[in-house]
């Protein structure tokens, strides 16, 4: 079993990566690939981060056609609810709304980004310093 303590660090190490290349955002599913465990298991952790504001929770309604599966729409969809009728703007298909359309999705926080780069420039200039020294 892994302790907890370690797969948080590993989750944040996941979305540190994230954050410092040209990704907009994950999904969870990646994230546990990372950590090498199940989606349920860091699922929470990658909530924390969303309290402390380093990432936004995205639902997504995809296509519910196993043959299109095309995300339609995100974070706009407000004015989407539960048992709507839907067609998909991209095969033409026809659904009510359900629960199980939504995937979450997790962004990176533009003031994250900032921070972070920010950070890793400095410890960039930090580390060249240091070796001028020795
Ligand atoms: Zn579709």
Redo the contacts with the bound molecule.
């Keep these: 079993m892994v302790a907890q303590f370690e797969i948080r660090d590993k989750v944040l190490e996941f979305v540190q990566m994230a954050t410092l290349s040209p990704v907009k955002g994950f999904y969870p599913t990646s994230a546990a690939k990372y950590v090498n465990t199940s989606v349920q298991t860091v699922f929470p952790y990658l909530i924390d981060l969303v309290k402390t504001e380093e990432l936004i929770l995205v639902w997504e309604l995809r296509?519910p056609?196993f043959d299109?599966?095309?995300t339609i729409n995100d974070s706009k969809f407000e004015s989407i609810s539960i048992d709507d009728e839907m067609e998909?703007p991209?095969?033409?298909?026809e659904f009510e709304v359900s629960n199980k359309d939504f995937f979450p999705r997790f962004d990176i926080s533009s003031s994250y980004k900032e921070y972070l780069n920010k950070k890793d420039d400095n410890s960039g200039k930090k580390k060249r310093v240091f070796s001028l020294q020795t």
């Design positions: 296509c056609n299109c599966n095309k998909c991209k095969c033409g298909y």
